[in-house]
């Protein structure tokens, strides 16, 4: 089992920044993923790392803009996000896959958690 408890959202402008924090403990894991769930849409992919190494990918919505890192003494995984868009606007959920590279299918994913509202105004 892995305990995700993700904080660190809010409501900001236009323009402004956030760091969602992700803070795991548990059993170990191989990757993690942000994924965020706007109303009436699928759940998409926006970063991942993999543990070991910390090799990253993102999806284009937040290249440039987005940078997942990690804290391995504390077991945190972050979500610097740059420039907000009122399109950024969702739950943001972390996510890890007990054994593998990092997949962009939230499907491939064991364990979530409750997820962080960000709320973008224009």
């Known amino acids: 089992q892995v305990q995700l408890v993700e904080s660190g959202g809010g409501l900001v402008q236009a323009g402004d920044s956030l760091r969602l924090s992700c803070a795991a403990s548990?059993?170990?894991?191989?990757?993690l993923g942000w994924f965020r769930q706007a109303p009436g849409k699928e759940r998409e992919f926006v970063a991942g790392i993999r543990w070991s190494g910390g090799s990253t990918y993102y999806a284009d919505s937040a290249k440039g803009r987005f940078t997942i890192s990690r804290d391995n003494a504390k077991n945190t995984v972050y979500l610097q996000m740059n420039s907000l868009k009122p399109e950024d606007t969702a739950v943001y959920y972390c996510?890890?896959?007990?054994?593998?590279?990092?997949?962009?299918?939230?499907?491939?994913?064991?364990?979530w958690g409750q997820g962080t509202q960000v709320t973008v105004s224009s």
């Open positions: 996510a890890v896959r007990k054994i593998g590279l990092i997949v962009t299918m939230s499907s491939g994913y064991d364990y």
């Open positions: 548990g059993r170990t894991f191989s990757s």
